[in-house]
């Protein structure tokens, strides 16, 4: 019965797949050159906006686009160039405005009433945004050595924080323009992709004692960390994500209409919310159509289903007979098959496009999607939250949430690791979310 | 005890009032040419805000300019363009985005969401402004005599319709300007104008039969008519508003805090919003400030108390062992007595100014502040709905409302008429709402 | 045009119309019978109650039986007793727990929450009331002749307060038990009564000048006064209220999917609460059934439609062309022409019955069901609240109601008089209120 | 760094810890009397209160005690007698109104609803009690082997579920007194205990690779099934549960008012429901008192500090530098290191008693609080739900809860076992939960 304890982490994860190689920077130059170049992409991101598309909130989970703009200069001049210079903040309303929910740095403007500021105005925000750039690059190149060691760390953590909200900023234009009869189109649509994917195959996940969370010398968030065991049971998980035409039959079956499949708390969700489809999805004459942020397309039958809720792929997984992954189990399976990538931000698609590949690889385990699994974001064993204001960055939100994992469409590339922990609440579907399936494995079969 | 009944409407009307000349159109040209000023001071009205301030909608009662553009052009094309000319909207989806609250033209976008919109941008509202104009104007020019006469009853309701929303515009204006800390003024400030107003003087109003409502060859409401007779009991009326000071020794009296002063459902209020002053008064270091179109200033003793709700003015009524005068004794007052202007839309101001004249004239009874009355907002006897869907424009908002009487500094001078009703509900305070008293007389002194 | 000022109240009051006698109680022993009496019907109207019903509150609005026991006595104790004998109350939690909403009293317990109490228990509030009871009456014997005075002005008050709350436990026991799947009765049914009843026959109101209000030697509530003049249009009033057969056809017509016949406030509230019927009626497989205090009922056709709401009542009138009188019309109407009576509480049917008499009588004027008038609840010209914490009985709440005429089963024949004003918010329908639709005449022809 | 897989549950398990006995039972007999106790139970607990008390619902997560003598009765009905016999339910309505949330049952009333309802009598829902227990012990009696069989596993799990609710009827009972401004009291108070209790020490948990999770051959939930590895870090369990006295340093120091201790989600929660202290405490003149099932008695400061949300569990372990347990290591401590019982239900005292004994012990690890753990409720790897309707049992509250350990003053003694799982959401403190704290311990020391 009790297995010979294997060796930690010993499955193979085979050479050549394709994580990102991230490495400490080396010099200061090439800092101050991912500065540049994060900084710049999130203008870039918005360039194709209207004015007023900068200022609208047509949720409550969503901000403007506008806020995010200043929200991620607030957050150099807050933990950057205030500590490092002591100066004055640029104007001191924005301190105000634009602190998201740092409760050490003082009260906060309500999230839910973002859309209702007209001012500052989006040149103002620009504008503060350049000087505060001008400014950091004008320090960074000025510090002495240990200045710059405590420099370095906040840079890097606004960086990813910077690509965190280009995400953002993208799920919000989505939201704010679904909501919009007009159903605006932010970019280009991709062309259709008709030809069907291959039915999932289930890759085994080896059981026995494993290591997860990141140990490496490189950036990662502190919710990622303390590297550290854990025992996984006999089980396998999908090859691919769930698509759109997966996830159709569901509805067709009248699953959105049957308590059996669902969780108390997404039944009554399902009910007060009167869902019966994914968020995004629109019944028209010409059948199901879907908003994106090309606007509003046909349903795509191969592509990964997108937008729905923890409720909604669990309500799914149990319907199939199946289940959600724990974020272990994803962690392990990402580190002991091949990976292969779908959309990413740098692709330009901002859709998850259908998952194609070998069906012994895991297909679009980064990228494409982000992944429920069945694990409720809460700490790792040792874990401890950064000192400071940082402190509330990941760790007051370890309640109420479920961890995802992998990465969409929307999110940079270089953003991603297989030991990222996102996290939303279950019945948030506004991220780019989707579902891939996990079973147990017959434990004799297995062991 | 019985008086002899009066002549009705015998009261003396000092020649010279002035009350605007309100003539019939007499010529096809004056149409078009009021119609060419009032939509153009619409756009006027605008020019001062950024592209920003066009969109957000800070509380739930009030509207994006942008809307305001929209709506408009929407009562042109919906009501004079289209049965006329039987042409298909400009954009079919700008008549459900536009339409504010008529049932008979069909659904409409939910009033609390408008400022969710960012699409169609101001660019789009203005161009569809321009068509609607292009083609108003040149169909008047080639209608026939019958035709026209039917244009021109839908053109006058249009154009009244509009400068109702001038005044929405400059409320709407303010009120998402107040809710940003950035505090933006839209406009100067007035000067300072320090110079003691005088103690209020009270104006009988003469008892017994009257005549009240609007029964003239020129526009009116469907809800100032018909005209009719009322009973009035004696009473007096004071000659000016109540002012900022006297408003703030109600308020040092502990006002907000006595129940006493209170009807119940404004007690409740005042505990459920918090409420402990005028809505747009600021505490500040430097004592009481205002929140005006200029921005932030000092609080002025001698204007007048403005965005005051019913159950504010009530309470500050009973505090003072006075009344609000009944919509009757208002109008019958404003007919028996000399009238003055107070501040209208055309001034400039944006905002009221201290009432100084003579003491038997009713100072500011046009302009100034909408004058809250006790009468609940109901048909007049024998009262009619137009037919179609203006019949909604008035009549089904006749319940829960309080009628308000004179007009405010953000109005039209030629909008108003002393047979004018507007109407709010009792906790509403972003109009800009005052209070004139009136009491009882002693029977026996008053017959 | 202007029509010869007719004598006030000049109007036909026919003899013998059956209006109850109410005589000042000449006697201190009158007045103590009277206490005893009224008193124990209280009691006897909660005998057939087990202990459980007395304790449930199933809606805001209703009040538990138990509660309306102890707050009889409250007021009693806090009115009478308190300020005649300075004596500390029976049981000091019992001053916070039965105040209703006299806030010059104190705190009082929250009115949603009187269902959240099992203690005191159903026994310790009858012994309360028992010992109150004798005290009032043995303190009543003992008293000075001007201490008298002072007492029996309270006490009239506090018995007349009394038959409002026996009143109000029908009406509540009625909310309870509706709301209960067991659909529990209170009494036993009426028998059947199939008969047709007369169509509508329309009574001319005279037109003109008139004195409504109470001004007689006897009780009144404070709402009812002063006495004062109101100018009368040509109009005329059905001589019976509306039948369930005819309000049915309003439904069979469409008339709560039609936004056409609805006030603003009324359409929202039947798309919000989504009203297809008056409260108490039932659909089920036989056709209509009604829930009253006899239990399920089949809908008999030819009864006063009760249970609706003045959105209700307005929408209904409307849909035939015709609207609500106004409370004035009512009351000269009920004088000018010869009543009859409807059910009262004395009757025991607790529910109203067919209409039925002279084509040239108002019919079920008093008793039968609450009769909905156009007039939003205010003062009378000239009116004065009581001194102390009675000012807050009736004042306070004039505001957002409509008043109310004539009475209904459920209350006590001798609380009635034509100038008594009830008053709800235009969305209540626990109420027993019912439809009387009155309509303009043709100035030329009623002159 | 990577340690000697320890063996499975090695660790040493004193003989002698007062786990209690749970044989299967062996003979039918030995069942029935299990019921017959079990049933006689509920009813002797309800005995101290007036009928008026069985009604009542204070808030919306307690229910009426009427409501749970008839649930329990319900379920028999349902689960055993239905099956088994083919008849109809005692009263078809029951069927509605005592179904919970057994979706597949049918639609069932609204459980923030059941206070509203008098009816069935409390003298009906216990003759149906009666009814349905006679049939049950007949039918017991007479049925075949195999149909004993599967009768006997529902009536185990139906003697479990009623336990729960007595449980629950204590909760319930507390909740609905101390609503209530009179605080009545259900029982006599324990006698004051003022000696110190020993400050906390700290027992390692063994680290390493565990099996928890029930395995026996008797009854246990669903949920606590299958035994399953986990892998555990260095860290140490207090001895005995948080105190009074301890939480009131937290409150002394500002604990509510400090962001900094709380979750994101407490943080709202505190600052929503203006929380200041657990929820039973009062402050009086006299000093800090805590309302109890015995009434308001002054706060005991040796007693464990006893309804607290999770919430307030974890920001008082934050702010004393701990954090709570892992279930995995509440199990692993509970089952490696000798445990005393605090009250429980047999005992009478309905309230945590002073936790004494020996520093070695786990103090009051089963009885006395029901103890917070950090982990979320969740299914365990491979956990399926049983078939039919009692799959809904647990299975679908399996989110946004956290998992509770060891049972309560008003729990059951056999009622309880080590690995049982309670489960309430963070906000809920109207359970008898308290806070066992926990530690890290160094990794190189623990290894």
Same mark, same amino acid.
């Given at each position: 019965?009790?297995?010979?304890?294997?060796?930690?982490?010993?499955?193979?994860?085979?050479?050549?797949?394709?994580?990102?190689?991230?490495?400490?920077?080396?010099?200061?130059?090439?800092?101050?050159?991912?500065?540049?170049?994060?900084?710049?992409?999130?203008?870039?991101?918005?360039?194709?906006?209207?004015?007023?598309?900068?200022?609208?909130?047509?949720?409550?989970?969503?901000?403007?686009?506008?806020?995010?703009?200043?929200?991620?200069?607030?957050?150099?001049?807050?933990?950057?160039?205030?500590?490092?210079?002591?100066?004055?903040?640029?104007?001191?309303?924005?301190?105000?405005?634009?602190?998201?929910?740092?409760?050490?740095?003082?009260?906060?403007?309500?999230?839910?009433?973002?859309?209702?500021?007209?001012?500052?105005?989006?040149?103002?925000?620009?504008?503060?945004?350049?000087?505060?750039?001008?400014?950091?690059?004008?320090?960074?190149?000025?510090?002495?050595?240990?200045?710059?060691?405590?420099?370095?760390?906040?840079?890097?953590?606004?960086?990813?924080?910077?690509?965190?909200?280009?995400?953002?900023?993208?799920?919000?234009?989505?939201?704010?323009?679904?909501?919009?009869?007009?159903?605006?189109?932010?970019?280009?649509?991709?062309?259709?992709?008709?030809?069907?994917?291959? *039915?999932?195959? $289930?890759? &085994?996940?080896?059981? %026995?004692?494993? +290591?997860?969370?990141? =140990? @490496?010398? /490189?950036?990662?968030?502190?919710?990622?960390?303390?590297?550290?065991?854990?025992?996984?049971?006999?089980?396998?998980?999908?090859?691919?994500?769930?698509?759109?035409?997966?996830?159709?039959?569901?509805?067709?079956?009248?699953?959105?209409?049957?308590?059996?499949?669902?969780?108390?708390?997404?039944?009554?969700?399902?009910?007060?919310?009167?869902?019966?489809? *994914?968020?995004? $999805?629109? &019944?028209?004459?010409? %059948?199901?159509? +879907?908003?994106?942020? =090309? @606007?509003? /397309?046909?349903?795509?039958?191969?592509?990964?289903?997108?937008?729905?809720?923890?409720?909604?792929?669990?309500?799914?997984?149990?319907?199939?007979?199946?289940?959600?992954?724990?974020?272990?189990?994803?962690?392990?399976?990402?580190?002991?098959?091949?990976?292969?990538?779908?959309?990413?931000?740098?692709?330009?698609?901002?859709?998850?496009?259908?998952?194609?590949?070998?069906?012994?690889?895991?297909?679009?385990?980064?990228?494409?999607?982000?992944?429920?699994?069945?694990?409720?974001?809460?700490?790792?064993?040792?874990?401890?939250?950064?000192?400071?204001?940082?402190?509330?960055?990941?760790?007051?939100?370890?309640?109420?949430?479920?961890?995802?994992?992998?990465?969409?469409?929307?999110?940079?590339?270089?953003?991603?690791?297989?030991?990222?922990?996102?996290?939303?609440?279950?019945?948030?579907?506004?991220?780019?979310?989707?579902?891939?399936?996990?079973?147990?494995?017959?434990?004799?079969?297995?062991?």
């Amino acid at each position: 019965m009790t297995p010979t304890a294997p060796q930690l982490d010993a499955c193979f994860c085979p050479p050549g797949r394709p994580f990102p190689a991230r490495r400490a920077p080396e010099d200061r130059e090439e800092v101050l050159s991912a500065y540049r170049r994060i900084r710049a992409l999130t203008l870039a991101l918005v360039r194709p906006l209207a004015i007023e598309d900068y200022v609208v909130q047509a949720c409550d989970e969503a901000s403007p686009p506008k806020w995010h703009l200043g929200h991620t200069t607030w957050f150099f001049e807050t933990f950057l160039l205030g500590p490092l210079t002591g100066k004055a903040p640029y104007q001191p309303a924005y301190v105000h405005l634009f602190n998201s929910y740092y409760e050490s740095v003082g009260p906060y403007f309500p999230r839910t009433r973002r859309g209702t500021l007209s001012r500052p105005t989006v040149a103002e925000v620009l504008a503060w945004r350049e000087a505060v750039d001008a400014e950091v690059l004008a320090l960074a190149a000025t510090l002495g050595h240990e200045a710059w060691e405590q420099a370095v760390a906040v840079m890097q953590w606004g960086l990813q924080h910077e690509q965190q909200h280009q995400e953002l900023l993208l799920m919000d234009i989505l939201a704010n323009f679904a909501e919009n009869p007009l159903r605006p189109a932010y970019c280009a649509p991709s062309p259709a992709d008709v030809q069907p994917v291959d *039915p999932i195959a $289930w890759l &085994p996940i080896p059981p %026995g004692l494993h +290591e997860i969370g990141y =140990a @490496g010398p /490189e950036f990662c968030f502190d919710n990622e960390a303390p590297r550290h065991r854990v025992w996984i049971e006999p089980a396998a998980i999908a090859h691919r994500p769930v698509t759109n035409a997966e996830f159709l039959a569901f509805i067709e079956d009248g699953g959105y209409h049957n308590p059996r499949w669902w969780l108390s708390d997404g039944w009554a969700w399902v009910q007060r919310e009167g869902r019966s489809h *994914p968020r995004y $999805w629109v &019944p028209t004459e010409g %059948g199901w159509a +879907e908003m994106t942020l =090309a @606007g509003l /397309e046909p349903l795509h039958p191969q592509r990964p289903v997108v937008h729905v809720s923890y409720f909604e792929a669990d309500a799914y997984a149990r319907w199939c007979g199946r289940r959600l992954p724990t974020e272990a189990e994803w962690e392990v399976a990402a580190r002991c098959h091949p990976v292969t990538w779908g959309a990413t931000l740098d692709d330009g698609t901002y859709h998850p496009t259908p998952p194609r590949g070998p069906q012994d690889h895991l297909l679009q385990a980064m990228g494409g999607v982000w992944e429920w699994t069945a694990t409720p974001y809460g700490p790792y064993p040792g874990y401890r939250p950064p000192a400071g204001a940082l402190g509330e960055y990941n760790s007051k939100f370890m309640n109420g949430q479920y961890v995802l994992r992998g990465g969409a469409a929307v999110t940079p590339a270089e953003h991603l690791r297989p030991t990222y922990r996102n996290f939303f609440h279950p019945h948030e579907s506004w991220p780019f979310t989707g579902v891939r399936l996990a079973m147990d494995l017959d434990k004799g079969r297995a062991d």
